[in-house]
């Protein structure tokens, strides 16, 4: 404290006052140094004040916005209750809203039209204009309040018992105000990171789209540090006098050692969060050295500024917390259920999962099995599963394949790391392995309060396993909400072999849609393969390039389709193979806008639900993007109002 009273140029004497200032250390009154100095540091104790007023202000206004968002997800209406009737008189009565509905979902849509899509994909990655625009409100908020109450000034004043002179300036109190910045969005961006968020419970937005914001939060936090650091250094190392007696002195301090680690822990947690590093030295070394450095970093910030350790607690705090009711809710779905052999007793018991490998040219696919008993999931959302018998420090988010129950499916696609271990096991006849599970987290897709809407469920590879289980719901003998709505389902592979991951299931898909007569299609592309039927003859299907590829409907099916060939489901099972070549895959946007001209009418509202590679999310925000028409949902036509669900699988 010495040091750093020493560094505001006047010690206390016995007829000194010492003047409070929050965040900081106390002033101490009057001055009795040179004119300069006295007008330096009023400039310094000021703007540190202006400072301490902006963070608080800026966490007024966030949580402001947290608490209209929240209002807004709580008031949000949920559209009319589905009643009894024929399906004529579901569809003659279905377009009829109220007036505050109408305008929710018309400025919904409208909102889509414009902010859905994405942009700058380069410099951003896969993300919507709404995720860029709130990024750069915030950023515009920093930047504004960063420059707005500082001191423009020089003073050059003299060195006691010296013929040099220190040049003063703002440099100090703008360096001050950047870090003060970076303190108080450390709580912040923690609270971003957190799978077990309050941030999802009070706004119903899934915790994965946080992500974004707590990376470029956490690059503002690091560009604010390396200029603090540097102002600092500046400052003792070449403007305050004698040097480099000055510079000596002041990098020995303790509080400048803090300082020091500090910024190297944040420079850590920049240089190997970025995308191409992670590729290089793995997911999981990211992960477990990110939680450590973090923690790492909020504490040197508590010793290199007491003042303001209050943002470190609160960071702190939020870390632990997270970790807490993470270790709580896994103890809870495992200590004292049954166990594999069906013994009931006070314990930990893994799930004990099967394994069922799929070769193909592409790693393979494992499909996992297990039943364990707990509460049931909500359709759509996704378990942390840990593999204790390949290692206890890593765990996997992983969308359930099956409708809520005690059986669990999972198909997961092998690539390096846990996962490629995942599949020795399965290629060593190992055909069991224990199971730890996490979660469930995640949005549920279909709220029973929520009105029904036609669906549109499209997949990309292990995508299905988003919207299989959706399909399934909504094709159960029990979902007479869905009666009159139009589902459709669509599924992209690369090969026919892979429908052997989910045979039984499409089967029983088909089979529901012929007893219960729900408007149903299924259409399913196969990307490199060429129909083996066609002998050279040609139909046309849709993908980027408008080539013409070959097309198969039931009874032309061979090979791993064969089986699947049936009769009665209304709408039709449809294959559609795209000849093999690499860029040839199916046109979403015209997928989306045929769905929307042919099968959804002006009764309901529509949900597009997909899952895929991250070139599927662009290509179908910019088509419900088009398909949105906020006007014509004012008006009751509810063909404008088009949702998208989106679960990114890269």
Not at 499 to 512: F, N, T, Y
Not at 529 to 541: M, Q, V
Not at 563 to 572: N, P
Request: glycine fraction near 8%; charged fraction near 20%.
């Amino acid at each position: 404290m010495e040091a750093i009273e020493a560094r505001h140029i006047q010690m206390a004497d016995n007829t000194s006052t010492m003047e409070p200032h929050w965040g900081y250390v106390a002033r101490v009154l009057p001055c009795t140094n040179d004119a300069g100095s006295c007008e330096y540091l009023d400039s310094v104790y000021h703007t540190h004040d202006i400072s301490m007023l902006y963070t608080f202000i800026l966490w007024a206004v966030i949580g402001g916005i947290l608490v209209i968002l929240t209002t807004l997800h709580f008031i949000k209406p949920s559209g009319q209750a589905p009643t009894k009737a024929s399906d004529s008189e579901i569809q003659s009565s279905a377009g009829k809203s109220s007036w505050y509905y109408r305008a929710w979902r018309g400025i919904a849509a409208t909102f889509r039209r414009y902010l859905l899509p994405e942009s700058f994909i380069k410099f951003f990655g896969h993300v919507t204009r709404l995720q860029i625009l709130i990024l750069a409100i915030m950023l515009g908020y920093l930047l504004i309040f960063t420059f707005v109450g500082e001191t423009y000034k020089r003073w050059i004043t003299p060195v006691k018992k010296s013929t040099l002179f220190n040049t003063r300036s703002g440099l100090g109190g703008f360096s001050d105000r950047l870090g003060a910045f970076a303190y108080a969005l450390t709580p912040f961006t923690v609270l971003l990171s957190t799978r077990e968020s309050a941030l999802s419970l009070a706004t119903g937005i899934p915790y994965q789209s946080f992500n974004f914001l707590h990376r470029w939060i956490g690059r503002v936090i690091f560009i604010q540090s390396a200029v603090h650091t540097f102002g600092w250094t500046l400052i003792e190392a070449r403007l305050y006098q004698p040097q480099p007696t000055t510079w000596q002195v002041f990098i020995k301090e303790p509080y400048i050692i803090w300082g020091c680690f500090a910024f190297s822990f944040v420079c850590f947690l920049y240089v190997f969060s970025i995308r191409r590093v992670i590729q290089w030295t793995g997911y999981e070394f990211f992960r477990k050295t990110h939680y450590v450095v973090a923690c790492l970093y909020i504490g040197a910030c508590w010793g290199h500024w007491q003042q303001l350790k209050c943002w470190m607690i609160a960071s702190l705090g939020l870390f632990f917390i997270d970790r807490g009711v993470r270790i709580l809710r896994t103890l809870l779905m495992h200590v004292g259920y049954f166990d594999a052999s069906g013994n009931a007793g006070l314990g930990f018991h893994p799930a004990q999962s099967t394994l069922q490998y799929f070769d193909d040219k592409d790693c393979g696919v494992i499909r996992l099995e297990f039943d364990h008993k707990h509460s049931p999931w909500a359709l759509g959302q996704h378990f942390f599963l840990c593999f204790p018998a390949l290692s206890i420090w890593q765990s996997h988010p992983i969308t359930v394949a099956s409708i809520p129950s005690d059986h669990h499916t999972y198909i997961i696609r092998c690539r390096s790391g846990e996962t490629g271990n995942l599949k020795k096991l399965a290629l060593d006849n190992q055909l069991t392995t224990p199971v730890i599970l996490s979660g469930p987290y995640g949005e549920q897709l279909l709220k029973p309060e929520e009105e029904p809407t036609n669906i549109l469920a499209i997949a990309g590879g292990t995508g299905i396993s988003l919207t299989l289980p959706l399909v399934l719901a909504a094709t159960a003998s029990d979902a007479k909400i869905y009666e009159g709505r139009a589902i459709d389902f669509v599924w992209i592979v690369r090969r026919s072999s892979c429908l052997d991951w989910i045979r039984e299931e499409l089967e029983e898909v088909k089979g529901r849609a012929r007893v219960t007569g729900m408007n149903l299609n299924i259409h399913i592309y196969i990307t490199q393969e060429e129909d083996p039927k066609s002998e050279g003859k040609t139909d046309e299907a849709v993908i980027n390039d408008e080539k013409i590829v070959m097309e198969t409907d039931d009874k032309a099916m061979v090979n791993s389709i064969s089986s699947l060939s049936s009769e009665g489901v209304s709408g039709g099972f449809k294959v559609s193979y795209l000849g093999g070549c690499k860029c040839c895959h199916p046109d979403l946007k015209e997928v989306v806008n045929r769905f929307m001209q042919e099968r959804a009418g002006n009764a309901y509202r529509t949900r597009v639900i997909a899952s895929g590679p991250k070139g599927m999310g662009k290509d179908l925000r910019s088509a419900v993007a088009e398909c949105s028409d906020g006007c014509a949902v004012l008006r009751g036509d509810k063909k404008g109002d088009v949702e998208l669900v989106w679960d990114a699988r890269d």
